[in-house]
């Protein structure tokens, strides 16, 4: 079963250029990952703050490999969490039908 990951980051007043900036930047090296079936960005269109990340992984350990990644850990841990106002992850498995 899949892994997937809602991220649901809200940049400091002033900081949502930077963000949008540092998720462009990691978007296309998470999609490398081994692991990675997804990984999308978007934008709220009511508040340019907001972002959500949609995130799909063969399962939790890819995620776990994921943060762990020399670009996570610059980009975001190093760089990104400080020009954030708040940030909230929620995982999710497939509904058995």
Known sequence: MTYVVQAVWTAR??????VADI???????SRQEPGNLAYQAHVSTDDPRRFMIYEEY???????THRASDHFQEHVVGDCLARLE???ITTYTPLAS
């Open 13 to 18: 007043d002033g900081e949502e250029s930077a």
């Open 58 to 64: 063969v399962d939790a350990a890819a995620f776990q």
């Open 23 to 29: 998720i462009r930047l990691i978007t296309p090296l």
């Open 86 to 88: 708040s940030r909230e």
